[in-house]
C-alpha cells in the first residue's frame, strides 16, 4: 500500500533545525523520516489525551474516586518490600 506524500514548508527556528538535523545524523536517518516519526509520535500523544479527556469530561470524577479507591482497597498489601524500594 503506497502513502502519499505532500510537501509542506514550516518556519522552525534555526537552532531547532539544527537540533533536528543532529539527531538525525546520530540516529543515521534523514532529517524528513526523523520529522515525520516524531510529529506522528507526538500529534498521536494529543490525540490520546483529547480522546481521554473527551470521555473524563463525560463522567462523574467522585464516582470514578469511589471506584478506584474500591479496586485499591482489594489489592492485597506486600509487607515483604525491601528497604530500598520503600518511599519514605
Given at each position: 500500500?503506497?502513502?502519499?506524500?505532500?510537501?509542506?514548508?514550516?518556519?522552525?527556528p534555526?537552532?531547532?533545525?539544527?537540533?533536528?538535523?543532529?539527531?538525525?545524523?546520530?540516529?543515521?536517518?534523514?532529517?524528513?523520516?526523523?520529522?515525520?516519526?516524531?510529529?506522528?509520535?507526538?500529534?498521536?500523544?494529543?490525540?490520546?489525551?483529547s480522546?481521554?479527556?473527551?470521555?473524563?469530561?463525560?463522567?462523574?470524577?467522585?464516582?470514578?474516586?469511589?471506584?478506584?479507591?474500591?479496586?485499591?482497597?482489594?489489592?492485597?498489601?506486600?509487607?515483604?518490600?525491601?528497604?530500598?524500594?520503600?518511599i519514605?
Amino acid at each position: 500500500m503506497s502513502k502519499s506524500t505532500q510537501v509542506v514548508t514550516l518556519r522552525i527556528p534555526v537552532e531547532l533545525k539544527a537540533r533536528l538535523e543532529n539527531e538525525a545524523h546520530l540516529q543515521g536517518v534523514s532529517m524528513n523520516n526523523l520529522a515525520n516519526y516524531m510529529l506522528t509520535t507526538q500529534i498521536s500523544q494529543i490525540e490520546v489525551l483529547s480522546a481521554l479527556e473527551a470521555r473524563a469530561s463525560k463522567k462523574d470524577i467522585p464516582s470514578l474516586k469511589s471506584k478506584v479507591s474500591k479496586v485499591l482497597e482489594s489489592v492485597q498489601k506486600n509487607t515483604d518490600i525491601p528497604e530500598w524500594d520503600k518511599i519514605h
